[in-house]
C-alpha cells in the first residue's frame, strides 16, 4: 500500500520533528504513523502524483482544485 513513496525522511528532517518519513512523490514529510500515512495517501496531490506516475504517460492536469 504504502510501496513506491514513502521512504524514510532525512535524518536533519527527523530530528527537527517534522516527521520519520517521506513521500518521494509529493516530496514531503510525513509522521510514520499509520493513519497520517493513509490521510497523506488519499491526499489529491498525492493521488494526482500516483496517476501520472503510475499510468506511465502524463496524462492531462485537470486542475479541479476549486
Ligand atoms: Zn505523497
Redesign the pocket.
Known amino acids: 500500500m504504502f510501496k513506491g513513496?514513502l521512504c524514510k525522511a532525512p535524518q536533519d528532517l527527523i530530528l527537527s520533528g517534522q516527521g520519520e518519513a517521506y513521500?518521494k512523490?509529493?516530496q514531503?514529510t510525513l509522521h510514520a504513523q499509520k493513519h497520517d500515512l493513509k490521510v497523506?495517501c488519499s491526499?489529491r496531490i498525492?493521488q494526482n502524483?500516483a496517476t501520472s506516475l503510475t499510468s506511465g504517460k502524463q496524462e492531462k492536469l485537470i486542475d479541479t482544485g476549486k
Open positions: 513513496w513521500c512523490w509529493c514531503v497523506h491526499r498525492h502524483k
